[in-house]
């Protein structure tokens, strides 16, 4: 019976493909644009006068993807790559695991290339990562992360930092060693993969993890997105965020807690202030985080941001040195109160 079942499940599936695809071609040999709707998921909502009722597992609506929004063109490149894999899984009965999709494709699901280091040691398919014996030089951080097995760690705690600029100065001033600690960044906002890892971190190592982005609009939401998760990846934001991230910095006061000079802050632009204001609608910094919420606020009301590298007026090595042990120091006291 149940190999019945099966089979009737991959003839509906097959033909479930077939419609979908013929219907693109169909819109397009018309000269129109194929509109595509997917379920949508919401990592957060912003209904501020009612009990919020957001849950990322359960579909909130339908998303419409088109060819027109260059932003959809690759999700659609995406989306039709992996159902011809299906299909012909499918036709074949066979199976794949999302590695083997994966490295068929590997530069269409490739983002930008995170980077770790410091005090951990792991095996990724086989292949020896030990960061520990140099924990002041970069490597890759694994795509599949279901394949990293033997994870050990020696470090005392996780910092995030936004950018590969930051990235490369602690790893010049030696900042692992000195500090024993693991570094990420995930270059930008992060992909999968980088999520992934550090959540596997986290559960794994229990350590506490900081996050270290510019004081900008955009920073913040690279937080939020490591935290809360994004709104394209809600459905499995349950495996990719992480709760316990603590905002190191920068922060709107701190252009003043560490005397930047003028020319070091640039006014918030009107997209800067129209993402700040959209931000400040989020359930859940009213919710969860309301001290970020006030961060924000500070930052629209005063009209600036700046970015982290602007803390190098003081010296080179003022962030490595001074910043983020001060900064860490700070939040262990304020939880040992």
């Given amino acids: 019976m149940e190999g019945i079942r ?52 359960q579909p909130s609506g339908h998303e419409i993807l088109t060819f027109q929004k260059e932003s959809h063109v690759h999700r659609i490149d995406v989306l039709l790559r992996v159902l011809l894999i299906v299909q012909q899984l499918l036709q074949e009965n066979k199976h794949a695991s999302k590695r083997d999709i994966y490295y068929m494709h590997p530069l269409i699901f490739s983002g930008p290339i995170s980077l770790v280091m410091g005090w951990l040691r792991f095996f990724e398919a086989g292949r020896k990562f030990d960061c520990i014996n140099s924990p002041n030089t970069a490597h890759t951080v694994p795509v599949l992360v279901e394949d990293v097995k033997d994870l050990v760690s020696a470090a005392l705690y996780i910092l995030v930092v936004e950018k590969e600029s930051v990235f490369q100065r602690l790893e010049n001033d030696k900042f692992c060693s000195k500090n024993r600690c693991i570094v990420i960044t995930g270059r930008g906002y992060p992909d999968v993969p980088t999520r992934r890892f550090l959540r596997l971190l986290v559960d794994k190592l229990c350590l506490p993890v900081y996050c270290l982005v510019d004081c900008d609009p955009y920073g913040f939401d690279i937080l939020a997105t490591y935290r809360f998760g994004s709104m394209q990846m809600a459905y499995d934001a349950k495996f990719l965020r992480v709760p316990q991230i603590q905002w190191l910095g920068a922060f709107p006061s701190d252009s003043e807690n560490y005397d930047l000079p003028k020319q070091c802050l640039l006014p918030l632009t009107i997209e800067d202030k129209r993402k700040t204001e959209a931000m400040l609608q989020r359930c859940y910094l009213h919710q969860e985080v309301p001290d970020w919420r006030s961060e924000l606020e500070l930052m629209l009301q005063r009209g600036t941001k700046f970015e982290i590298e602007a803390l190098s007026v003081h010296s080179l090595s003022f962030l490595s040195e001074v910043y983020i042990p001060g900064k860490i120091q700070e939040i262990k006291s304020i939880c040992q109160v």
């Avoid at 693109?24 to 009722?53: K, V």
Wanted: charge should be positive; charged fraction near 25%.
């Fill in 6 to 57: 099966s089979s009737t499940r991959s003839r509906d599936l097959l033909r479930k493909i077939k419609e979908f695809t013929l219907s693109i071609l169909e819109d397009l040999s018309e000269g129109l644009s194929p509109l595509i709707f997917i379920q949508s998921f919401r990592t957060y909502c912003t209904n501020l006068d009612s009990i919020c009722s957001c849950r990322s597992n």
